[in-house]
């Protein structure tokens, strides 16, 4: 449901407030029963207020008490009570519930399905588009699918609406890439799951760029998703130190018997907080120095690009941004993206890689 404005949810229903039905005089026993202070008008403070709304709404759908009088019976509390009790599911729930005269009786919406169990504000749906729309690139994937459909059922309990689409009519938020995934991609999330938690051991058959496919055995230790494709890291049989597998070339996994301590073994988030992206090194982080011309400097101090960046202002409108990384294998397609507007100054492997992947380019291009 599209609101217009400032997305108040308080008001949704107040435009058109249903005319209110006559309160009866409640009974003694009623009035000595009926201990609830005052509702305020932003939160249900007892137990009992909670426990009476739900009740409320299940008892008029269910066409058990539709009418002030019957509702404070069921409850032993006075008609006021109730009158509150309406109010409040209307005007802070958004409960679509009316009452009509003729019929002497409350009515709820029939696509209502239920009360949603905290009031969300603006910034709570500006979320949850966010989170929309961050799955909606990696549908084509079977862990994204499987996330896109939970999201849809999260919606619907925290908002009591299941037209997640159209709160994001209003808002987009574009991701680079798409990718494709692999059509067993829950199934090997899952059990990757249960061997690093359970610290067992695994094989699969590995298919690496250009080469044969091959055996692997694996420790596993921690799986991650970086634009969209995600990411074994483990220390395999044959190889010393922490090594990346894709799940796109991952098959016919198997879970061993055969356990593992991961107290002698490398932490992979430590290495991958010296990182540029899912490449990971044993080598100590070192300083990456770059220099960025007035032209793109405005842009480039729009991103955290690592969280223990280092940016200096220069003459002219330059700026000096120093990342601390362990390997520069993914930082290099990233500074050609600025095309003549950055310059390396260290380290100097890093300055002559460029120069040779530049004359590389011209030769190609020429």
């Known amino acids: 449901m599209i609101l217009d404005g400032e997305l108040d949810l308080g ?3 107040r435009s058109t407030p249903a005319p209110a039905e006559p309160m009866a005089k409640p009974s003694k026993k009623q009035q000595s029963d009926n201990c609830d202070a005052p509702m305020d008008a932003h939160q249900v403070s007892t137990r009992a207020q909670i426990e009476r709304l739900y009740g409320i709404v299940a008892k008029v759908q269910n066409n058990e008490a539709v009418n002030l009088t019957a509702l404070a019976m069921a409850y032993e509390v006075n008609n006021r009570t109730i009158q509150r009790d309406i109010e409040f599911l209307k005007d802070r729930l958004g409960v679509p519930i009316t009452f009509d005269r003729k019929e002497n009786r409350y009515f709820i919406d029939d696509e209502f399905d ?13 979320l949850l588009s966010f989170l929309q729309q961050c799955l909606a690139p990696y549908a084509a994937t079977e862990i994204g699918a499987q996330m896109i459909k939970s999201f849809e059922r999260f919606f619907g309990v925290l908002s009591g ?23 067993k991609e829950v199934k090997l999330f899952n059990a990757l799951y249960r061997a690093i938690s359970q ?26 998703m ?24 991952m098959s016919d996994i198997e879970l061993t018997n055969e356990k593992f301590s991961v107290d002698a073994l490398p932490d992979p988030r430590s290495m991958l907080h010296h990182s540029f992206g899912a490449v990971i090194s044993s080598d100590a982080p070192f300083d990456v120095v770059l220099e960025f011309e007035s032209k793109v400097v405005e842009r480039m101090k729009e991103t955290l690009w690592h969280p223990d960046q280092k940016l200096e202002d220069l003459a002219l409108g330059r700026a000096r941004l120093t990342l601390p990384l362990n390997n520069t294998m993914e930082v290099e397609s990233w500074i050609l993206s600025w095309g003549p507007y950055i310059r390396v100054i260290s380290p100097e492997t890093l300055k002559s890689r460029m120069k040779e992947t530049i004359k590389r380019m011209l030769d190609v291009n020429s």
């Open 11 to 13: 008001e949704r229903y």
């Open 114 to 126: 239920h009360i949603p169990p905290l009031e969300l504000k603006d910034t709570d749906y500006l």
């Open 161 to 183: 609406s299941k037209k997640w689409k159209e709160w994001s009519k209003a808002v987009l938020f574009r991701f680079e890439n798409q990718p494709q995934g692999t059509p």
């Open 199 to 224: 610290h067992r051991e695994i094989k699969f058959s590995y298919k690496a760029l250009r080469k044969p496919a091959t055996e692997k055995k694996v420790k596993p230790l921690l799986m991650m």
């Open 226 to 249: 970086q634009k969209g494709r995600w990411y074994l890291y483990g220390v395999s049989d044959t190889r010393q130190g922490i090594t990346p597998f894709s799940f796109n070339r």
